[in-house]
């Protein structure tokens, strides 16, 4: 790994930070969580990152087998970018970083990513809701769709096509971040003709209740008198 820096450290956590470490890695990895994306996808994903910075952690990652590029072929000739199984393992220790991060009290301004967004229903879900919940909901946000299917006492999320889900939900990335930043209402969202949701009227609700889940009742960051963590179902994943 040529350029790669070492903490020179056996523990688990330092050959942990030897490969995901560096500045992005773990971010890129956020962006791939929900499915595979192409590296000019990847990098309107992440403000800030240049294309050869980007290139480098996707080849470091590659090399470390988090990643994995597929190549298309012709006549398309694009690349996608994909968690290998390894890399998919990282999930759950990112989703709770999210949910540590989120007590920050330092907030940086910006707005959330739509990835982001989605993630905090993972970060967020309550499993003792699920039965309330359960069922498979489409979120059409601008060019992209996303899948969520509550069953169990989990939800799944993913990048990609659905098939007849219970209730589907349409509108920008602009919208969204109104009505999750409870800027705007669902209702008042819906009357101005910027989202639109189909399916019957319980799925429609269970819908709406599983996209905002995560940012009802958000709390401030932890007091130094109380060290309680938050709930759980109150937490975003906060990294944009």
């Not at 590029?69 to 290998?84: C, F, I, K, N, S």
């Not at 800027?183 to 009227?201: I, K, N």
Request: charged share 25%; with cysteine.
């Amino acid at each position: 790994m040529s350029g790669m820096r070492s903490y020179g450290d056996p523990c688990g956590v330092a050959r942990g930070l030897d490969i995901i470490g560096e500045r992005w890695a773990l971010l890129v990895v956020r962006d791939l969580l929900l499915g595979p994306r192409r590296f000019n996808d990847l990098l309107g994903g992440l403000p800030g990152v240049s294309p050869n910075v980007l290139s480098q952690r996707l080849r470091q990652l590659t090399e470390h087998g988090v990643v994995h590029r597929r190549d298309l072929g012709p006549p398309t000739r694009v690349h996608l970018y994909e968690l290998t199984e390894w890399g998919r393992a990282l999930e759950p220790i990112l989703l709770q970083f999210g949910r540590w991060g989120s007590q920050s009290p330092q907030s940086p301004d910006g707005p959330l990513g739509v990835d982001s967004l989605l993630l905090s229903i993972k970060a967020a879900f309550d499993p003792a809701r699920a039965p309330e919940l359960a069922g498979s909901y489409a979120f059409h946000i601008d060019a992209d769709t996303y899948l969520a299917e509550v069953a169990g006492e989990t939800v799944q999320l993913r990048r990609g096509t659905a098939s007849a889900p219970d209730a589907a939900l349409t509108t920008d990335i602009d919208t969204l971040r109104a009505v999750c930043g409870q800027e705007m209402t669902v209702g008042e969202a819906v009357e101005s003709g910027a989202l639109r949701l189909s399916g019957d009227e319980e799925a429609r609700r269970r819908l709406t209740d599983l996209l905002l889940a995560p940012f009802t009742l958000r709390p401030g960051p932890p007091r130094p008198d109380d060290r309680r963590s938050a709930p759980v179902e109150n937490v975003t994943l906060g990294v944009g």
